[in-house]
C-alpha cells in the first residue's frame, strides 16, 4: 500500500510560519491528488488542503484558508503546505495521504487512499 513520510513540523509561536513537506520515496507522486490532514488532541482528523495531480486545482477548510498554501514539486516528488499566521488551534499532527481526487476538505476523508504515516506535530505556543 502507498505511503508517504510527513516532515517539518515543530514548536512555533502563534503568528508565526512553518512549512511541511509530503514525500513519496517508491513511487511516483505525480499521478496522484494529495491532500494534508490533521488531528488535535481529543479530536477526529479533519482535511486541511488538497492538491490535484496538475496543482490546478486547490482546496482549503475554511479554517485556514488564506493562511495556508498546498503546492507541490513533482520534480522532487514532494508536496508542500506553507502555514502562516498560526494559532494554538492549528495546533494537531498533521499527515498527508494520496486522494482519489481533490474534493472540499467536508468529505476529504473519505478519499485519502494512501496508507496513513506517523504525521508531524505542530505545536503552536508562546
Known amino acids: 500500500q502507498l505511503q508517504l513520510v510527513e516532515s517539518g513540523g515543530g514548536l512555533v509561536q502563534p503568528g508565526g510560519s512553518l512549512r511541511l513537506s509530503c514525500a513519496a520515496s517508491?513511487?511516483?507522486?505525480?499521478?496522484?491528488?494529495v491532500g494534508w490532514f490533521r488531528q488535535a488532541p481529543g479530536k477526529e482528523r479533519e482535511g486541511v488542503s488538497c492538491?490535484?495531480?496538475?496543482?490546478?486545482?486547490?482546496n482549503y477548510a475554511d479554517s485556514v484558508k488564506d493562511r495556508f498554501t498546498i503546492s507541490r514539486d513533482n520534480a522532487k516528488n514532494t508536496v508542500y503546505l506553507q502555514m502562516n499566521s498560526l494559532n494554538a488551534e492549528d495546533t494537531a499532527v498533521y499527515y498527508c495521504?494520496?486522494?482519489?481526487?481533490?474534493?472540499?476538505?467536508?468529505?476529504?476523508?473519505?478519499?485519502?487512499?494512501?496508507?496513513w504515516g506517523k504525521g508531524t506535530l505542530v505545536t503552536v505556543s508562546s
Open positions: 517508491d513511487f511516483t507522486l505525480d499521478y496522484y491528488a
Open positions: 492538491i490535484s495531480t496538475s496543482g490546478g486545482i486547490t
Open positions: 495521504s494520496t486522494m482519489y481526487t481533490c474534493v472540499i476538505m467536508a468529505t476529504a476523508l473519505n478519499f485519502a487512499s494512501s496508507k
